[in-house]
């Protein structure tokens, strides 16, 4: 008897008809003999649908309510799934995050997960339960519901799989697993057997919207293994697991194992700063006061005792990133503060690079060859990322997997030694 945990999000429990088949799914792990602990997102739309009523109310809600509001989503999802599931003859519990024994720090809208007591869910799991938890949602250091983050429900089931010590973490969503890149953009991007939590981790910093980054940050930390499946198909998915696992199977990592790209960027420039000792911490450690995370970086060279910092935020910190940058340009006497909505990211990702070079040069040709002009640059060990005009972005995505080698009419991913 194996214990696995099941995550399915919000496309997946999207209706009526939606939520009966994800019922049959888990009916179907529990009849062969498993234990089975289920953890879902809200359905559809309902967490924008939400935030877009807060926002209809207030331009600045207060986060403590702003998490009472969207906890809800998953409470809907929960209870559903519960009377699906013993509709269908067998026993099911719901349990919101704080019930089961989720617990968090301090912080709302992005609280980070503390510990997991999963008494509660082994209790309910002894008495022949299928046990479906609410993802996304904690319980604070303050006795408040609190939430992880958009694809907190990730974090969710990779810390209960931790935490249970569960045989499998199953990820579900509307597609069949992990992609060269996002085949909505390119139609010949091709499904990934298997990926490092590295590799993974990386694509999802970098705008892939198949799981959370957090919750593959705390699978690597665990050694928890996760397998991305489709809800809607029956095929193999891809397995997220440790580089020495792949390396164990005998294959060897292309260069470059998939490209991503993120059009929820935003590019300040802070113009004419003094050159002097700690304009840079200032701006930096001011600005992550305010919670603001700050991507890419590149500061100009000095010319006459003056230069420019330019950094990237996600669109949903352009406002509080603006008013503070507005305050600190009158106290450091900079010229002005611009703002470029109009950009995007794109990276190519792989664990090849750590042994291969030639990847930032090869990349840089593709683009040249198109035309498109790179505003920024930032590297990591298997990871280079590229700011563009968002005009360019399409382009960039498709020339860069063609000029890799990603598409289905190419070589396998990985390659016997």
Do not use: W
Request: aromatic share 4%; glycine share 8%.
């Amino acid at each position: 008897m194996a214990l696995v945990v099941m995550k399915f999000g919000g496309s997946s429990v999207a209706d009526a008809g939606k939520i009966k088949l994800v019922a049959s799914r888990v009916i179907e792990k529990k009849k062969v003999g498993n234990k089975v602990v289920v953890v879902v997102s809200a359905p559809g739309d309902t967490t924008d649908d939400l935030l877009s009523m807060a926002e209809n109310i207030t331009s600045n809600p207060p986060e403590r309510e702003l998490d009472m509001l969207l906890a809800t989503g998953e409470m809907i999802s929960i209870s559903l799934l519960a009377m699906a599931i013993n509709s269908m003859g067998q026993k099911a519990i719901s349990l919101t995050g704080p019930q089961a024994g989720i617990v968090a720090g301090t912080n709302y809208t992005r609280a980070r997960v503390k510990k997991v007591n999963p008494n509660k869910i082994k209790s309910m799991l002894a008495k022949d339960n299928i046990v479906i938890v609410a993802g996304f949602q904690a319980l604070n250091a303050k006795g408040d519901i609190t939430t992880l983050g958009r694809g907190g429900s990730d974090l969710t089931a990779v810390v209960l799989a931790a935490g249970l010590q569960a045989d499998f973490c199953e990820i579900y969503s509307d597609v069949e697993g992990v992609f060269t890149t996002d085949p909505r953009l390119v139609t010949d991007a091709r499904k990934i057997e298997y990926i490092s939590y590295d590799e993974m981790l990386e694509l999802a910093g970098s705008g892939a919207q198949v799981l959370q980054s957090r919750s593959i940050e705390v699978a690597k930390k665990f050694g928890v293994q996760i397998y991305a499946k489709s809800t809607f198909s029956q095929n193999q998915g891809t397995i997220i697991t440790s580089e020495e696992n792949i390396r164990r199977r005998k294959m060897e990592a292309l260069l470059v194992s998939g490209i991503a790209f993120d059009k929820n960027q935003v590019k300040f420039t802070i113009i004419d700063l003094p050159d002097i000792p700690g304009v840079a911490a200032k701006v930096f450690s001011k600005l992550a006061k305010v919670g603001v995370n700050v991507d890419m970086i590149i500061q100009s060279a000095a010319v006459n005792k003056k230069n420019d910092i330019s950094f990237t935020v996600s669109k949903q910190e352009m406002k509080k990133t603006q008013i503070e940058l507005d305050k600190l340009a009158q106290e450091l006497n900079a010229s002005e503060v611009v703002c470029d909505e109009h950009v995007a990211k794109v990276s190519v990702v792989g664990i090849g690079m750590k042994s291969h070079a030639g990847v930032a040069g090869k990349m840089f040709e593709v683009l040249h060859k198109k035309g498109i002009n790179i505003e920024m640059i930032s590297t990591s060990e298997i990871k280079i990322s590229c700011i563009v005009d968002e005009r360019d972005l399409r382009t960039a995505v498709d020339e860069l997997h063609k000029g890799f080698g990603l598409s289905r009419k190419n070589r396998s991913l990985y390659e016997k030694i």
